[in-house]
């Protein structure tokens, strides 16, 4: 029996990340659980399957090379919070149960993960929701049992044309099945046509496009067997909500649960391995998307032994990579944050592959950790803190720099203005003759700003120096001409003076560069940009 369900995700970046973070959750959660059951002998069978028949599925290698789904998880990052908003995602999950009894007889468990609260206006929240789950359950049985009756007793007059048409005009369903559509559709036309002109043609069309509809319906969505047996998910706190950043804390939680009290471990040493986690599924679904994308043979799924070697690991006081791991995980939640702020704005452009903030090279999570940091300083060339320091997350990892500056560049420059291939650490852009770096710059105070470039340089000088190749630093909302370094101890190279320019005084507290950059706001560079093109 094909299951119609599968291959429903979008391989794309908004929500993903999310998605990653409820796989973490659930992976650590069923490896407790079979530790609990003295089944953990068997936590190679199990794994986790990313957005094949759902967003999320636990499943159970059987022997004879059979699966059996354990259970199924659609995942929804919105910021709604009306029940009703969740209508198609939760229908989706009733007609995919009942698929599965029909297949095999037996069902997964199914479950709707949310960001946000859903708020009841005046009843309980388990109330409600029963009776909006047997509502909509009772609405598409009334439509599929029309188009039954329908088939079995079609009848060559108008009143009968008239009786379908408003028995079926609005679909109770909604999933966006291409093949379902198009039969859906081919009755709905039909059916006005017989009512426009009763050509013998158009209705047997529409007698025939009734069978396909109902054949539909009762094989491949298997309408009969609709279960409600569907719940928004519970976490181990009793909420049944939490965004991608929250749910971080529960996951930490949970590896700890695992770990037990270790000797000498600290909150971050938990932390630590929940990001290893993390990382390694995020890892695992950006090569997933890159593959769709190429249509390339895909990872389907991630095996929980992986996740439980992970914690099983030993782990070094290693805070290098500790920090790093942490400052990827705050940059890509920050980047989902952005792409939550188009799709509030209802620019859905983030939803489409052709984005730039989809595509790897522009997104630079996937950058060794060398790189990474060396990215990160280029962002923020005024943090004078060390990779090995945690304050130094809180600098680099600055959001308002990101979303107001950094990802807005990325989304809207074209391609071709971007210069990033010479060197992939660095966002950098052709401005008609000059060459401007992408930085997450949010000071608005000039003078303060070079003076904190020029305290970073003093201390660490082989990560940012690379800015001074730059004839503009763009910033979320500083404007400064060149000559904003005048009174700073950046002093530009002799052998970079060109004609009738001072050579200006050396002294042992310069440091000498080959350009001292202008700062422009980024909204003017796009605007500038947007100009250019037309």
């Given at each position: 029996m094909e299951n119609v369900f599968e291959h429903d995700a979008i391989?794309?970046?908004s929500g993903f990340i999310y998605q990653g973070r409820i796989a973490a959750y659930l992976a650590i959660k069923k490896i407790i659980e079979l530790r609990d059951d003295n089944k953990v002998s068997e936590v190679d069978k199990y794994a986790i399957e990313m957005e094949k028949c759902e967003d999320i599925a636990i499943v159970y290698q059987c022997e004879k090379e059979k699966r059996e789904y354990i259970s199924i998880h659609q995942v929804k990052n919105e910021k709604e919070n009306a029940l009703g908003a969740y209508k198609k995602p939760l229908i989706q999950l009733m007609l995919e149960k009942?698929?599965?009894?029909?297949?095999?007889?037996?069902?997964?468990?199914?479950?709707?993960?949310?960001?946000n609260r859903v708020r009841i206006q005046n009843k309980d929240f388990e109330t409600e929701y029963l009776e909006n789950i047997k509502n909509w359950k009772q609405k598409i049985l009334n439509y599929y049992n029309a188009v039954d009756e329908a088939c079995k007793n079609f009848t060559y007059n108008p009143h009968f044309y008239e009786e379908l048409l408003k028995a079926i005009d609005t679909e109770p369903i909604g999933i966006d099945r291409s093949e379902y559509k198009k039969r859906y559709n081919a009755v709905i036309t039909y059916c006005k046509k017989v009512m426009e002109n009763n050509d013998s043609k158009d209705i047997?069309?529409?007698k025939e496009e009734l069978e396909n509809l109902k054949d539909y319906l009762l094989n491949k969505f298997a309408v009969l067997n609709i279960s409600n047996e569907v719940t928004i998910y519970e976490y181990d706190t009793g909420l049944k909500y939490f965004d991608a950043t929250k749910i971080f804390d529960e996951i930490v939680g949970l590896v700890e649960k695992y770990k037990g009290t270790v000797e000498g471990w600290s909150k971050e040493q938990y932390k630590y391995l929940a990001d290893k986690i993390l990382n390694y599924i995020?890892?695992?679904?950006?090569e997933r998307h890159k593959k769709l994308q190429e249509n390339n043979g895909v990872v389907k799924e991630i095996s929980l032994s992986t996740i439980k070697d992970?914690?099983?690991?030993?782990?070094?006081?290693?805070?290098?990579?500790?920090n790093v791991l942490a400052l990827k995980r705050g940059y890509i939640e920050t980047l989902e944050k952005f792409c939550e702020k188009c799709k509030r704005s209802n620019d859905y452009t983030c939803q489409d592959i052709g984005c730039k903030l989809q595509q790897a090279e522009y997104r630079k999570e996937n950058l060794n950790e060398e790189d990474f940091v060396k990215f990160c300083y280029n962002l923020r060339p005024e943090c004078e803190k060390k990779i090995e320091d945690r304050a130094c997350i809180a600098d680099l990892g600055n959001k308002d720099g990101l979303i107001e500056s950094v990802f807005p560049i990325i989304k809207e420059i074209p391609s071709e203005r971007f210069m990033s291939k010479e060197d992939e650490r660095q966002l950098k852009v052709r401005n008609y003759d000059k060459t401007a770096f992408i930085t997450a710059i949010t000071n608005s105070d000039a003078e303060d700003t070079v003076l904190g470039i020029e305290q970073a340089m003093d201390k660490n000088s082989v990560m940012i120096e690379s800015i001074f190749d730059a004839d503009q630093l763009v910033t979320t909302r500083l404007e400064?001409?060149?000559n904003i370094w005048n009174q700073s101890c950046i002093k530009i190279r002799s052998d970079e003076i060109g004609d009738g320019q001072n050579v200006e005084n050396r002294d042992e507290k310069s440091i000498y560069v080959p350009k001292r950059p202008e700062f422009v706001k980024a909204e003017n560079l796009i605007k500038d940009m947007e100009k250019d093109g037309e």
């Open positions: 391989p794309t970046w009942g698929y599965y009894t029909k297949d095999n007889g037996d069902a997964p468990d199914a479950y709707l993960h949310i960001a047997l069309k529409l995020d890892k695992t679904i950006l992970i914690m099983d690991s030993v782990i070094e006081n290693n805070e290098k990579e500790a400064a001409e060149e």
